[in-house]
């Protein structure tokens, strides 16, 4: 069995690993946020052709 000391550092580990992960998210979002908020975004009509509604009222 683990010690206390051991198990407090794996514990930190992961929280640290966590951490960063959740920065990485918080990141992207903002990315795409600004994307919304500052792009153009523009389709040809044959590519609306191609899609499907995804809810059909």
Do not use: H
């Not at 960063?20 to 389709?43: D, P, T, W």
């Amino acid at each position: 069995m683990k010690t206390d000391e051991e198990l407090e550092k794996l514990k930190n580990e992961v929280l640290r690993k966590i951490g960063r992960n959740v920065m990485l998210f918080q990141q992207m979002e903002q990315l795409l946020k600004f994307f919304l908020a500052n792009g153009y975004f523009s389709s040809t009509v044959g590519w609306a052709d191609v899609r499907k509604p995804i809810i059909d009222c």
